[in-house]
């Protein structure tokens, strides 16, 4: 199984982890909608929806670039008719686009506490709400639909909550979000899943956090690696799991780790958070 001549609707594809899993899926020469705010090229964060439906292009994808504010409803199911329109209908939503603030309570304005639950928990309920007619379909033509949230292992740990707590709710809403979504779909043939990264993945975002050591990171392909995956797997037996990218490529017979580096002969990374 391929994605060739799939359509997939990714959040935030601009750039970073959710470029990279379009460009892997481009390989299959599988349809991409990049559903993502930036429009006008920004030095500090490199990357555009045209820039990145270049790239899709060149990797052997069609590609339509639509600025979407995943806030905002009229926003998604504009871009949602422009992908039905343009390729016939949607058989995967990758929810990757996230909203990120590593702060304690009295650092953390309502303002971005509010940015980060309306990106990451509203934009990914909503995104997965305007879609689902779309999905629904593509079961019902036998396309193996799925929906990816790229969203951590659900642990009530104290641990990773008390240093960042509005982040890590924010980031847990996406995760039950795949928890509830899996349970309502199933009988529909709609595989939701939940994909995380076991060490930091270099992204330009990454990048402007000080102090980050970039070179203790591993690539956006590991990601899209294991995305690719999740996304040919069958739908109706692969749902409702929290897969860490690392463990999945392994059960796959992946041993070669080490183009995933950003250093070769890394061994220290740095890990990501909310895995045990």
Known sequence: MNLQGKTLFITGASRGIGLAIAKRAARDGANIVIAAKTTEANPKLPGT?????AEIEAAGGAALAVQTDIREESSVLAAVQQA????????????????????PTPDTPMKRFDLMFGVNVRGTYLCTQAVLSQLVMSAQAGRNPHVLNM????????????NHT???????????????????????????NSL???????TAALKMIPGVDIGRCRQPAILADAAYLILTSDAKSTTGNFFID???????????????????????????FFVD
């Open 84 to 103: 039905v329109e343009r390729f016939g209908g949607i058989d995967i939503l990758v929810n990757n686009a996230s909203a990120i603030s590593l702060t």
């Open 151 to 162: 969203s951590p292992p659900l642990s009530m740990r104290e641990h990773w909550f008390k």
């Open 166 to 192: 509005a982040y890590t709710m924010a980031k847990y809403g996406m995760s039950e979000c795949t928890l509830g979504h899996a349970g309502e779909f199933r009988a529909l043939g709609i595989g939701v």
């Open 246 to 272: 690392d463990t999945l490529l392994r059960q796959h017979g992946v041993t070669d780790f080490e183009q995933y580096s950003v250093t070769p002969g890394t061994t220290d990374f740095i890990p990501d």
């Open 49 to 53: 929806i045209h820039s990145a439906a």
């Open 196 to 202: 995380w990264p076991r060490t930091a993945i270099a």
